[in-house]
């Protein structure tokens, strides 16, 4: 999935808001060490974690939504895509 790209993306906004790893993990509202051991890939991100991140860094919705619905491919000009029941219904019968 684009947990690596999330993560990386969310280093460079930690960088840039000049934060340590326990500030970032206030700001989005987790514990220092769950987000630890997420960034380190110990842990999968719960709703908890995405939600911080949307709530903390708007501008990562687009990317937080390809994670949680799994579009493996994203890339940071294209917005993620959310199927309706119809149109997955439309697809499976064509």
């Known amino acids: 999935m684009n947990i690596n790209l999330l993560i ?9 808001d000049t934060l340590n790893d326990r500030e970032l993990a206030a700001k989005i509202g987790i514990d220092n060490s769950t987000y630890s051991r997420i960034k380190r890939g110990i842990y999968k991100p719960n709703l908890a ?9 708007p501008d990562l919705k687009p990317l937080v939504d390809a994670e949680m619905y799994g579009k493996p491919h994203y890339m940071h000009t294209e917005a ?4 309706t029941l119809l149109a997955k219904f439309l697809e499976v019968f064509k």
């Open 8 to 16: 990386n993306t969310l280093t460079e906004h930690q960088q840039a």
């Open 49 to 57: 974690f995405y939600t911080g991140v949307v709530h903390a860094y």
């Open 80 to 83: 993620p895509i959310r199927k």
